[in-house]
């Protein structure tokens, strides 16, 4: 696969401050590939794609897009408007005096032929799913419409990606669900890159390929975001994508670690019920809380660490099934799903 984009070992140090806002960053997104810069505030996710977008400079490190060099110590740098990038803005950035169409048609004026302009306007209109409301304005449509007109904006001149901050930002829960999926389906149908960013981890979940997490400038973790949820390298990357029980354990020395007290961080959907309580890697619990949440149950177990009563004791959440019912006080007997394993 080719690449639309290459960072390669960014870094940026704001006056007055501490620590570097970036600090050697690299990432790549591929051809066609859609990448989801997660962080929280502080992390550097937005000054990394303002430098992206050629709106802030780089104290050293490379940009290339396109194949061409648009930021390095031995070239030129390109100005913004020269790097052929289009930008979803985080409240759309209309212009409320043009209609749908003619917001679409402002970024095709390099188009010499007239024909050749609307026939792209209409397939990009066509694409985003906004037939019928090409004489709408701005202010006529919904938050979801207007989400799509700037996505089908960005997207009309064939840029070589598209940079979304905090697409879903502005949008109530039930709409931002349907709209996650439409604008997937529309990137994709496009053939074109994307590079968002974004807080929201559940949002980075459902639309990215590959997610790229940064911590206090530094990158933390890039991966698919199975791969970032269910095998994060560190502490922080587990932490941010949901709920973790630390668990402390025993370890036994070998090739990569010494012996000695620990813990391990396992989610709860990780975790299964069985009846099995043989052998080692299970835990037995006292269930002291049930909250139900929709499809599943919140279950918080009472576990002991060790193997007499004088251990220590921990809490353990997993999730069940709401077919499954546990009363407060019952016994059960925990072990990681084999889909944790694999």
Known sequence: MSESLIVEEITKVFPRTKRPALDKVSISLGDGEIMALVGESGSGKTTLLRI???????????????????????????????RNIGFVFQDYALFPHLNVEKNILYGLHKIARKAERYKRAAYIINLAGLEGL???????????QQQRVALARALAPKPNF?????PFSNLDPVRKETLRDELRTIVKESGISA??????????????????????????QVGSPERVYFHSTNEYTASLFGKVNRIPCQLLEGENAPSGVSEILVRPADLEITKDSSGDGHI????????????????????????????????????????????????????RSSRSNS
């Open 134 to 144: 090409e004489k709408r304005f701005p202010h006529e449509l919904s938050g979801g």
């Open 195 to 220: 590079l968002i960013v974004t807080h929201d981890t559940r949002d980075a979940l459902v639309v990215a390929d590959t997610l790229a997490v940064l911590k206090e400038g530094r990158l933390q």
């Open 52 to 82: 992206i977008a050629g709106l802030e400079q780089p104290d050293s490190g490379k940009v290339t897009i396109g194949g061409e060099i648009v930021f390095g110590a031995e070239s030129k740098t390109l100005l913004p408007e020269e």
């Open 162 to 166: 598209i940079l979304l901050d905090e």
């Open 284 to 335: 037995v619990g006292k269930v002291v809380s049930s909250n139900f949440r929709g499809d599943f149950h919140e279950v918080t177990l009472e576990c002991s660490t060790g193997p007499s009563e004088t251990d220590s004791v921990t809490n353990v959440t997993i999730y069940v099934g709401p077919e499954r019912s546990l009363q407060l006080g019952d016994t059960v007997t925990v072990k």
